[in-house]
Every structure is written in C-alpha cells, then in structure tokens.
C-alpha cells in the first residue's frame, strides 16, 4: 500500500521538478516557433485577407537579392568563425596549458570585460576608433605615417573584425574546458614519440581539441550569423546582412508573414551549415555542445 | 656493475636541478648497462621524476651531463633522443585507435606505410594482443592499455625505456601481474628500461639494479638483494623492506660488535660493520627485520633458545594471518609494537593473542647506523 | 489551498484601491516628444493621472499596435501618412471625436490635410501635433552650391555626402528627376516604373555615398566631424547641428521639402481615452507648446508656431526657410497598401548593388 503512494510522490516531485525548465521550453521556444511557423505560411491577399501557403518561401527563392544576402552573411560567419578560431584558439591554448592558475583568472575575466557592455556600446566603440576623423587615423596622422585621413569604417572588414571580437569568448570559453581537460602527459607523449612541435598540434591536440573546436563554431558561427548590431553599424553601403532584411521585413514592411518565413530560412541554413560542419569534422552534437 | 668493453645505454654525470630554491635532484651519477632493468626508487618528491624528465629532455639539468649510447644528449631536444616513455597514466591518445597511436611514432619519423603496417602488427604479436589493431583505446583493459603504451615506445626500438609509474592506476591483482609481464617484456625486447616507482615491492622484484633516492640524491645502487640484506644507509635500510627500529646509544664497541641501549628495557647487539663510526655515548639506531626475529612462547625451555643476545619479552598484541606471509604484533613492556614474522600451522599450540613471547635475533641478523 | 486563497484575496485587495484611484495615460510616442518637465506639469494639473511614455518611431509603432490589436497604449503618435493603410490593414486605431479637442489654436491648413489624410467611413482617426520637413543639409563653408536632392550624386561632393537608404530618399529622388511620386500612388505599375529609375539613378550615386546613415546620432557625428558635407536629413537635426556650427544648414531642395506632419490617434483597445484628450488638450496650450517645440526641434500645428521655437531654433529655421519655400511643401501622401513593400524591394536593391 505505501510503496504505491511513495511511487506517486516521487513522480510529483519529478514532475513538478522538471516543470519550470518544460514550460520554459514550451512558452518561451516551442510555441512562438510553432506561431512563427504558422505566420509565414500566411500570405497577404488584400487588405486583412490572408491565404494559406508556401508563397513567402518562394519569394524567397525567386529573388536573388534575399539568398545572395543570405550566401554573404553565411560566407562572413564561416569567415568570422574561422578567424574567431585562428585568434582563440592560441589563447585558449595559453589559458588552459601555459598560464599559472592565478594568471588564469585573471586573462579569462580579461577576456569576459568586452561582455560588460552591450552590443551597442561595443560598436561605437569601435566607430570612434576606425572612422576617418577617429582615434587611430588622428593618431596615425599625429605620428606621420600617413598624411590625409583615412576611413577604416564601413566596409565589410570592420564587420568581420567587430563580429570576431565580440565572438571570440564564446571560441575561448569550450575550447579551455577542452584543452584544460588534456592531460599534459599526452602533449610530452607526442613529443616523446618523435613528433615536432606541427606534428603535436596538428596529431594530438586538435584531434583532442576537436570537440571544444566545434562546439566554439558552432556557436560563434550562430552567433555571428545571427548578430544585428554589429553589421548595421559598422558595415558600408553594401554590406547587407540577413537579419537586417528580416528586420526590413517585419518593422519598415509591415510584412510579418515574410519575415517570419526569412527567419525560418535563417534558422534552417544554419542548421543545415552545422550538420555538414558536425559531418565533416565526424563530431556529433552530444560529442561538443552537450559536453562542453 | 659497469663493464670497460661496452658502452652503457645510458649514464648521467653529476646532474643537478634546482626549481627555485629547492634542490630537487642533487649531483646524481649512475651507469646503466645494455639491456638491464633498472629502477629508481624513492618516497613522493625525492626528485625521481624530474630525474627522469631531464632523460627525456623535457627539463634540462643545471649542472652535470646525461650520455646516451656514449653520446651527450643534452642539446637533443626532446623528440629527437632516442630515449621514450611510459607514462604515469600512460598518455595513450584516445582520439586515436591501438594501430594509429602505436603507428604514430612511425610515422613521425617517416617510415614508409608498408613498413609501419608490419612493425605495428610486429609489435602487437610481442605484446600477445595480435588482435587488437583495430580497438579504441577506452575499449581495452588496464592491462592491455599498460602493453599498448609499452608497444607504442618499443615500436620504435629506443636505447632506453622510461617507465614513470606506470602501475599505480592499476588495481592490486592487475598490478602483481604485470609486475612479472613487465619484466618479461624486458626480457624479450632486451632493451635498458629505467622504472622509476616508489614501490620498493616493484623494484625489487622486477630490477636488474636499483637506485634508492632520497632528496635528490642517490643513497645506494645495487642489486636487489645487496640493498635488502646490505642497506648502507639508514634510509635504505627503513625505505627497503620492512624493518623494527630502536634507537639508543652506544655503550659497548668491541672490534666485532657493537651494543646499543635502546632503551626499550633490552640492549641491542650488532656485528659491527664499516657502515657506522659511532663511538660509545653517541646515538645510532638498530633495524631488524620481521623475517629474522625469533618469536618463542615464555614458557619454552630457556635451554632451547637460539640466540643468547638481543631478546625482549612481551606480548602478543595480533596475529596477521597471511598463509605463509603470516605476522605476529608483540606489545613489549614499553607498550611499543614490535613486527615478527611466524609460522602458523592451524594447530591449536600456535600462538595467541594474549600470549606472553620472547623475542630474539643474532647480533648478525641486526644493522646499527 | 485556503492559504493560497486567502493571500492571493489579500493581494486583490491592496491592488485594487491603486487601480481606481490613479489612471495611468500610456503614451507611445517618439523620442522627446514628452518632455520630463511637461510630464511633471501635466501629473501637477491631473494628480490622479499618471503618465507613462513608451519611445518609438512609425514602424516601431505600428508593430507594436498590431501585435497586440490595438492594445496596451491609450494614445499613439504616427505620422500622418502612416495611419490609413495601416488602420485599413490592421485595424489598430479607433476613430476619436474631434468635439472633445480644443482646435481653435490649431493651424487650419494642417488640421485639414491630416483630416483629408485620416478619415476612413466618415471616421476621423488622427489631429495634428507636430510637424517638420525632410530635406537636405549642407556645410555651406564646403558646399556652397547644393540646392536639389540630386545634387548629393554630384561628382565633386564623391564620397563627401550621405542619406538615408529609407522612403523619404526614393521620394526626393523621383522628385528631383521631374516625377510626382505622390500622383503615381493611384497607379502602382506607374509607381513602380518610377521607383525603378530612381533606383538606377541611386545604385549609380552609390559611388558618392560615403555610408548611409542609420540615425541622427551617425549623420551628426558625420557632419560635425567634417566627413561629409552634404545629406539628407531631417529638418530637426539639422537645427541641432546649426546650434554647434553655423555653417551646418537646412536646405530645402529645390523640388520642395517634403514635409510630415506627426499625429495624435487612439489605439482600438486604449482605455483611459480621457486622460488622452486632456494630454492632447494640454500640450496645445501655448505655453506648453513653447516647451515641447523646446524639446523636440520641430513646429507644432498651431497658429504662429514659428514664433513660439526656441530663439536658436528660430534662427535656424529663418537661415533655413524663405516664404516660398513654405509655400514649396511636399505633404507626404497616404501610403497605399503593397507600397511598402515596393519601396522595401527597391531599397534592398540598392542596398545589395555593389557599387556603381
């Protein structure tokens, strides 16, 4: 009779124990998607008449404009997370296995402050520095490197480098976990057995590396392709950015329907960019994201 | 134990190394011949580890040379000596499989593919684990992991096998195993292994030679048996095997022996040896071991004693009982425990708890430093 | 469960006599266009209103009406041209009865064109407030001569100008090329044939830009800094910049400066519609009016409103505005439905053109 009853209120308190994080999925992630979806398969046929089906999504592959900006912002991000991972991957390496255990605090909270301020401030930050009456041309001028001002603002290598330096913590971060889990035995092994120091990064510490290496991708590249700020702000008269059409689409359009149907194209190429990532590497998801 | 007509595998020369201002190894020499199993033995942070280290180059000694097949190696960089390593938890690359750790030395050094495909699978019939080539590392058990990474160097037919502690993840049983592979393995690939371990069992059932350390030095080299049964040093003595120890001071030396006060109600007899220069009123301690104490019932005819010398009363405390290996704890009148090793044959006149025993050894079964 | 009860009663309770006696008058509203200190006087005169402001510009506004019906503002403050087809569309607004506003202050001509503007079923839905003009700015010590909207693809000012890539460029574009974008809404095949040289001739100025601005904080640093010489811009900004620098100006184009009229309109599901009427009420009286031109750099719809601007504010609008170029206005025109999104097509492929 009691065992029963106990059973039962195990069960409640598992339930109740899990509810917050099921209904936090459920309100928070499930349902507007489930809205989002069902909104961009609406399409406007006269004022306050509304048809279903796939037309949003054809537009959107009928008009150049929209998946050529959707191919630049993917080509940028795969750029920004290659480059995010040339420039954190050296200093992951240094955190994890070089630096002693107080420096260690210390270089990773370095590494947070950018964190501090948002987006935006980050941004302007980086306006008054690069434009062509700014701090590093006035400097430059000051110095007598050059002589006429030059703009370092608005083109598509600012965007690459503001995107990288707001991304490059979240390559940092699984990649010391990664490579403080290393056990420094197995870097002198790879010497030991004849390997040079190419050899040894290249054999040993990126394949152990592998599953922080992707799990930093992965979420910088989603990051980045995601951001908004940064390329609105510091890009030029060509940089066009996929979510700033989104944003075109739902706010100076009024064209909810399409813009939801462009975020569900946002959301699937990247997933799609992920899973071929995830296949080249040989990694899979519960191998990087879930385990770092 | 160096012969002039052939050249050690390995031989340091006064090496030294201070991290900051510890002293951690302190002009160390030794000569170890082709093909012998030497182990260097010593407490946690007597310095073994950085020994074996500077071997390998991954520290360079302050002072001092380290030859390899007669040659300096000091200016060597690590992963061009011909000198490879077990490590303490093996450092086998999980990424990789059994054939691509074991090949990866290989391939370092460029051999061709054919000839790593018939040195790995060469290796592997060596080891006994002829089929095992295509495994993942976290498929394989203690034991072969610890052959694998074993493999994995001798692949590679180094001058000289470093082996840090590669047993101490090992479960107890595992561990007499492959205590006895171990030295199997050295047999048969006939290469100079240094174990470095702070087991004396390990040492001293595996080596060829070994090494007691102690802060940074090197307190003894000899054979196994040379440093049980003749330690020269107190460390030796106390770090080697089991050992009683009492300490007191000199009040009688004759040419032959020498006798200690301990102290503990009885004085100790030794036969004099060179080890020790202590004259009569200076302190020196006396070691017996368990294996040489005579342990006798109290009420056993005095007549029939064996030794005259050295005997203390008290009581049994515990019996150990480990088939032959069996021990007796006697409690003597000074409430110290006092280690005996004893025959227990099941029968009921064996001793028992409670008992009042003799103990007793010969003056030459007992060391005084 | 009686616990639960009885505290979530004693919760109902001490909420409820907040709820009565205060009623809140939620505003959504552009930036500065409730100045702290009118707020404060307004809370003086109504202590049992409460005022609570929400920032936001047209777009922004009709998103967030339509999200929600209509709801969670009481008043709204579009321009005039935003409101038709979006009220046609979305049906967010509700029509307000013009008995309850004192309009006898009100400047009749643009108390009529929002009327024109904003009547849908006999229904009026919006009263003016504010209203300013787009156009363009100059340095004067750097451009001495620019005068149409044009003139910012002019080769000599290359990579000296700047605009914004929104409607107000294509339409001041189409002007200065000799169309009436406002008279080709009734035929949207003609308007689209005007939106694409208008286009073409801005992919082709592209070269001139030196970036489009994205709001005014960018366009002044811009300016100020001297990078450019030469944009698009909002009459207001303008006005700011001339504070700090005399030579800054506002330059009506030639073709007209085209000139939007922000309005006051009911959400459909606003509740505390006579809080509405009595802030609408308030901020027409004269002094008050003084205080908000003060704060938002633009005239208010009422009679004399030049003089009622801040002194420098006044002079930049004298340095600015001759008789005949207020004459010169170019009202926005309602936006039919489906112009969005040709306009929104057309930007995004400049946008994407690389270079010209």
Not at chain 1, 104 to 131: E, H, Q
Request: proline share 4%.
């Amino acid at each position: 009779m009691s065992r029963p009853v106990a059973k039962d209120a195990r069960n409640l308190a598992l339930i109740l124990l899990f509810m917050p994080f099921a209904l936090w999925i459920l309100l928070l992630i499930v349902l507007p998607h489930i809205g989002m979806f069902v909104l961009s398969l609406k399409e406007k046929v006269a004022p306050r008449v509304y048809e279903y089906g796939f037309d949003n999504y054809i537009n959107f592959a009928q008009e150049p404009i929209y998946w050529n900006t959707l191919l630049r912002t993917g080509t940028v991000s795969l750029l920004v997370t290659f480059l995010a991972l040339l420039i954190g991957f050296p200093v992951a390496y240094y955190i994890a296995k070089i630096a002693g255990k107080r420096t260690k605090g210390a270089l990773f909270l370095l590494c947070l402050i950018p964190l501090w301020v948002s987006d935006l401030i980050r941004a302007f930050g980086w306006i008054l520095l690069l434009r062509e009456t700014g701090v590093i041309s006035s400097a430059l001028q000051a110095s007598g490197i050059i002589n006429t001002p030059i703009e370092m603002l608005y083109n598509d290598a600012t965007v690459v480098m503001g995107l990288v330096y707001t991304v490059v913590l979240f390559m940092i971060v699984p990649l010391v976990s990664t490579l403080d889990g290393m056990n420094d035995e197995m870097i002198e092994a790879g010497y030991n057995l004849g390997g040079n120091g190419f050899t040894v990064l290249r054999r040993i510490i990126i394949p152990y590396a592998m599953p922080g290496i992707v799990a930093g991708c992965i979420v910088v590249f989603m990051l980045s392709a995601g951001s908004y700020l940064t390329p609105i702000l510091l890009g030029g008269k060509n940089s066009s950015w996929f979510t700033e059409q989104i944003y075109d689409q739902f706010i100076s359009r009024y064209n909810w329907e399409s813009g939801a149907a462009f975020g569900f194209v946002l959301l699937l190429f990247t997933s799609i960019v992920v899973w071929l990532g995830l296949k080249l590497s040989g990694q899979t998801l519960s191998s990087t994201v879930a385990k770092s | 134990m160096n012969t002039s007509n052939t050249v050690s595998d390995l031989a340091c020369s006064q090496i030294s190394k201070c991290f900051g201002s510890v002293q951690a190894v302190d002009s160390v020499s030794f000569d170890i011949p082709p093909g012998s199993f030497f182990s260097i033995l010593g407490p946690s942070g007597c310095g073994k580890t950085t020994l074996m280290r500077m071997i390998a180059g991954f520290e360079s000694p302050d002072n001092g040379d380290i030859h390899i097949k007669g040659s300096s190696v000091l200016r060597i960089p690590p992963n061009r000596r011909n000198v490879k390593m077990v490590f303490q938890h093996l450092a086998l690359f999980p990424m990789m499989n059994v054939y691509d750790n074991i090949a990866y030395g290989l391939r370092c050094n460029g051999s061709s593919r054919s000839d790593i495909n018939k040195k790995v699978h060469e290796v592997l019939e060596r080891i006994a684990l002829p089929d095992v080539a295509n495994r993942e590392i976290h498929q394989l058990s203690g034991g072969q992991k610890q052959r694998i990474a074993i493999a994995r160097c001798m692949v590679l037919d180094p001058d000289v096998l470093l082996l840090d502690e590669p047993l101490g993840a090992l479960d107890l049983k595992l561990r007499e195993a492959m205590k006895i592979e171990l030295k199997l393995l050295q047999h048969q690939f006939n290469t100079t292994f240094v174990y470095i371990t702070h087991d004396q069992s390990e040492a001293l059932v595996m080596s060829d030679h070994v090494a007691v350390m102690n802060e940074g030095r090197f307190e003894q080299i000899g054979t196994p048996q040379n440093l049980y049964h003749h330690p020269k040093s107190a460390f030796v003595a106390g770090f080697v095997g089991d050992s009683n120890q009492w300490s007191g001071k000199v009040i009688e030396r004759t040419s032959e022996s020498i006798t200690v006060a301990c102290g503990a109600g009885f004085d100790a007899q030794s036969f004099a040896t060179d080890m020790t220069s202590a004259g009569i009123g200076d302190h020196a301690s006396v070691y017996v071991r368990p294996e040489h104490i005579q342990v006798e019932l109290a009420n056993t005819d005095p007549t029939v004693r064996v030794n005259t010398v050295n005997s203390i009363v008290g009581h049994i405390d515990s019996l150990l009982f480990n088939g032959a290996n069996s021990r007796v704890l006697v409690r003597d009148q000074l409430g110290e425990l006092i280690e005996a090793d004893i025959t227990l044959t099941g029968s009921h006149d064996d001793p028992k708890p409670g008992d009042a025993v003799t103990l007793s050894w010969a003056p030459a079964r007992s060391l005084c430093f | 469960m009686k616990a639960i009860l009885s505290s979530a009663v004693v919760a109902l309770s001490l909420a409820a006599p907040s709820m009565a006696s205060a009623e809140t008058l939620r505003l959504l509203t552009w930036g500065s266009y409730a100045p702290d200190n009118l707020v404060k006087m307004f809370e003086e005169k109504y202590p049992d209103i409460k005022v609570e402001v929400t920032f936001s510009n047209n777009e922004e506004m009709i998103a967030k009406l339509r999200a929600t019906g209509g709801a969670g503002f009481d008043l709204a403050q579009p321009s005039h041209d935003r409101i038709y087809a979006a009220q046609l569309e979305y049906d967010i607004y509700k029509p307000l009865d013009l008995s309850k506003i004192d309009t006898s202050n009100m400047e009749a001509k643009l108390l009529d064109g929002v009327k024109a503007n904003t009547t849908i079923d006999g229904e009026l839905y919006a009263v003016p407030h504010q209203w300013g003009t787009s156009g363009l700015m100059a340095d004067k010590s750097m451009a001495p001569d620019l005068a149409g909207w044009g003139d910012l693809c002019d080769p000599k000012y290359k990579g000296k100008t700047s605009m914004r890539l929104k409607r107000t460029i294509l339409l001041g574009t189409a002007f200065a090329m000799g169309e009436d974008p406002f008279a080709a809404y009734s035929d949207l095949d003609k308007y689209q044939g005007i939106l694409d040289k208008v286009a073409d001739k801005l992919i082709s100025c592209k070269d001139n830009i030196k970036a489009y601005w994205k709001g005014g904080d960018d366009l002044s640093a811009m300016m100020l800094s001297g990078e450019i010489v030469a944009s698009e811009t909002w009459d207001s900004t303008a006005y700011k910049l001339y504070a700090e620098n005399e030579n800054i100006v506002f330059v009506p184009p030639s073709t007209g400066a085209l000139a939007w009229i922000d309005t006051f309109a009911f959400p459909r599901k606003g509740k505390a519609d006579d809080a509405a009427y009595k802030w609408i009420n308030f901020v027409l009286e004269t002094e008050n009016v003084k205080l908000m031109s003060a704060s938002t750099g633009a005239m208010a719809a009422v009679k004399g409103a030049k003089d009622l601007l801040p002194d420098d504010k006044k002079a930049a609008v004298n340095a600015a505005f001759t008789d005949d170029d207020v004459e010169n206005l170019q009202f926005f025109a309602n936006i039919p439905p489906g112009v969005e999104d040709m306009e929104g097509k057309t930007l995004e492929k400049i946008k994407a053109a690389t270079g010209g």
